[in-house]
T-cell receptor
Framework: AQTVTQSQPEMSVQEAETVTLSCTYD???????LFWYKQPPSRQMILVIR??????QNATENRFSVNFQKAAKSFSLKISDSQLGDAAMYFC??????????FGTGTRLTIIP | DADVTQTPRNRITKTGKRIMLECSQT?????MYWYRQDPGLGLRLIYY???????NKGEISDGYSVSRQAQAKFSLSLESAIPNQTALYFC??????????????FGEGSRLTVL
């Protein structure tokens, strides 16, 4: 079975600090796509960052970066210089080669001013 | 205008009523999806369609049906709504094989409350 686990239901971080959100998964596939989506209070789902499993280099988008460890089946999101606008639910999601995304249960991130 | 449009945005209905949630897209994508979001459960796939003639059940299809009226339109129906179908529903599209392979593009969500 292909599963996705986010073990941190809630996280908080001081403004301007760095926070890491964890995500682990299980699959027997070797080639797949990994994503982090953000859902602010507006409830819109917004793509934060994307990683292809065959790429060894970790993806980076401005203040957002991932630590992808394929052997450990881990895909964490690091947010640097946290801003108030980063407050949201964050979901990791995977396309395990079947053209549909499987989502984790989400982590609610609070930014403390 | 949004690339993926859902109607209605919010709806309150009663147990036993038939409800249809509609989705239309201007992205030109073949693949369309309906997901349901519940607190603590994340997003779960209800139905998906890879083209007009291809409809597939997701992990939680019981109590739901869909119709793919055209490449751009994909509607979700609750034939007889029940309270545990109260949730936030998302329509999404994807462009498999393109530069954005795997990425989902979401509508703004339809919040359904069944009393």
């Amino acid at each position: 079975a292909q599963t996705v686990t986010q073990s941190q239901p809630e996280m908080s971080v001081q403004e301007a600090e760095t926070v890491t959100l964890s995500c682990t998964y299980d699959t027997s596939e070797s080639d797949y796509y990994l994503f982090w989506y953000k859902q602010p209070p507006s409830r819109q789902m917004i793509l934060v960052i994307r990683q292809e499993a065959y790429k060894q280099q970790n993806a980076t988008e401005n203040r957002f970066s991932v630590n992808f460890q394929k052997a450990a089946k881990s895909f964490s999101l690091k947010i640097s210089d946290s801003q108030l606008g980063d407050a949201a639910m964050y979901f990791c999601a995977f396309d395990f080669g079947n053209e549909k995304l499987t989502f984790g249960t989400g982590t609610r991130l609070t930014i403390i001013p | 205008d949004a690339d993926v449009t859902q109607t209605p945005r919010n709806r309150i209905t009663k147990t036993g009523k038939r409800i249809m949630l509609e989705c239309s897209q201007t992205k030109g994508h073949d693949r369309m999806y309906w997901y349901r979001q519940d607190p603590g459960l994340g997003l779960r796939l209800i139905y998906y369609s890879f083209d007009v003639k291809d409809i597939n059940k997701g992990e939680i299809s019981d109590g739901y049906s869909v119709s793919r009226q055209a490449q751009a339109k994909f509607s979700l129906s609750l034939e007889s709504a029940i309270p545990n179908q109260t949730a936030l529903y998302f329509c999404a599209t994807s462009d498999f094989g393109g530069l954005d392979t795997g990425e989902l593009f979401f509508g703004e969500g339809s919040r359904l409350t069944v009393l």
